[in-house]
């Protein structure tokens, strides 16, 4: 079992930054995809950025070149560091990682994008 906790969501001007982080604890072995999805008012929950295998990265085209997303195995924890931010990026956003087959996810932490 996994558990994840995010932080670092909050409320920024556009053209700013932020940084998210989703701390795992329980059983770590095993994870080999890492990834943050956000979900928008009325929207679907979409795919932001995924880490397969601690090496391969791929992003959402609307965040490429922007968002930039990473881990630290010795802490557990992955990161979405997040430049230029759009309104339009506004959402809340989800840590997801993949163990063995399970999906699991964090409780989620929004980010607000003021113009």
């Known amino acids: 079992q996994v558990h994840l906790v995010e932080s670092g969501g909050g409320l920024v001007q556009a053209g700013g930054s932020l940084r998210l982080s989703c701390a795992a604890s329980?059983?770590?072995?095993?994870?080999?995809?890492k990834a943050w999805y956000r979900q928008a008012p009325g929207k679907e929950r979409e795919l932001v950025a995924r880490?397969?295998?601690?090496?391969?990265?791929n992003y959402a085209d609307s965040v490429k070149g922007r968002f930039t997303i990473s881990g630290d195995n010795a802490k557990n924890t992955v990161y979405l560091q997040m430049s230029s931010l759009k309104p339009e990026d506004t959402a809340v956003y989800y840590c997801y990682l993949r163990q063995f087959g399970n999906d699991y996810w964090g409780q989620g932490t929004q980010v607000t994008v003021s113009s």
């Open positions: 880490l397969t295998g601690g090496i391969n990265t």
């Open positions: 329980g059983v770590i072995a095993g994870i080999n995809v």
